[in-house]
Structure formats: C-alpha cells, structure tokens
C-alpha cells in the first residue's frame, strides 16, 4: 500500500523531472505549461507503469536480499554488514531487469 502511496504522490513530480530535462527553464514555468496544456491529467502520463512495477520490484528486492543472505549463512567469514553489502548489491542490480523497462515505458509515455 505505501508504495502505491509514494507513486501516487511521486509521480508528478517525476513528470516534472523528466520535462525538465527535455526541455530548458524553470520548474516553475515546466509545471505552469503542463497544467494549462494538459490540466491535472499532464501530472500523471506514464503512471500505470510504476504503478504497476514498483509492486514486483520492491518484492524482488526484498526476496533476492533475503536469499542471498540465508545462502551466505555464518560460514562465510563474512561480519553483517559486509553480508548486508553483498545481499543488497545484488538485489539492488538484479531487481533493475524488473524496473528498467518500466522506466523506460513510462519515460516514453
């Protein structure tokens, strides 16, 4: 639920984001344009995308984490926090095949 929440609050500013670095000016002027062109709606172009995959990419996350570090286990001579680092990592880089696409669709868009 939180990470439909973050989207939902999230993505006009993203919009904003990515029209900023399409086009030169001020985020005022971006914001003003995109509501008199396009109204409310204009905030939120793109947004089924991240909605719909920040769901599995948050999960992917969480599960390649928490697999990897039950596979380290204790014998790996490794402290927590390197533990940590390596899960992490690997989650964080795995999980983009998930994400990256959506990005792109929704950048599209």
């Keep these: 639920m939180s990470n439909m929440v973050g989207v939902l609050v999230g993505h006009p500013l993203d919009t904003i984001k990515v029209r900023l670095q399409l086009k030169k000016g001020a985020a005022t002027q971006v914001i ?9 709606q204009g905030f939120y172009k793109g947004f089924l995308s991240p909605f719909v995959a920040k769901v599995p990419f948050k999960t992917s996350i ?11 286990g204790n014998s790996t001579g490794l402290n927590e926090q390197q533990k940590n680092f390596i899960a992490g990592s690997l989650a964080g880089g795995l999980s983009q095949i998930i994400y990256n696409p959506m990005e792109l669709l929704k950048c599209r868009a």
């Design 32 to 40: 003003k344009a995109t509501y008199y062109r396009e109204g409310l």
């Design 62 to 72: 969480f599960v390649i984490s928490g697999c990897t570090k039950k596979l380290m």
